[in-house]
Nanobody, 122 residues
């Protein structure tokens, strides 16, 4: 199994930044990709970004392109999500999850963290 722990969420004002972290432990060789998803109250879960551990390739949802940056530190089994120019519509619980490959199809991901709350409000 793989255990994932997210951190870094909080309350910020529009235009500010946050950096989320996702630390993996356990059978970390069983997956290649880490994805970030988010779910706002009353809305469906959506894919935000994902990264391949092996080649570093990344993908972003259109709603966050140019504002969010995903990165990895394989030595620390950690994936980061740098979120800049945050908007109120970015408010959600953010989750990281593991998969064999980078995609935004949530059911394909097998292990999930507990989530971290991001609130953007003035």
């Amino acid at each position: 199994q793989v255990q994932l722990v997210e951190s870094g969420g909080g309350l910020v004002r529009p235009g500010e930044s946050l950096r989320l972290s996702c630390v993996a432990s356990g059978r970390t060789k069983d997956y290649d990709a880490i994805g970030w998803f988010r779910q706002a109250p009353g809305k469906e879960r959506e894919g935000v970004s994902c990264i391949s551990r092996s080649d570093g390739s990344t993908d972003y949802a259109d709603s966050v392109k140019g504002r969010f940056t995903i990165s990895r530190d394989n030595a620390k089994n950690t994936v980061y999500l740098q979120m800049n120019s945050l908007k109120p519509e970015d408010t959600a619980v953010y989750y990281c999850a593991t998969n064999e490959y980078c995609s935004f199809y949530g059911p394909a991901y097998n292990y999930w963290g507990q989530g971290t709350q991001v609130t953007v409000s003035s």
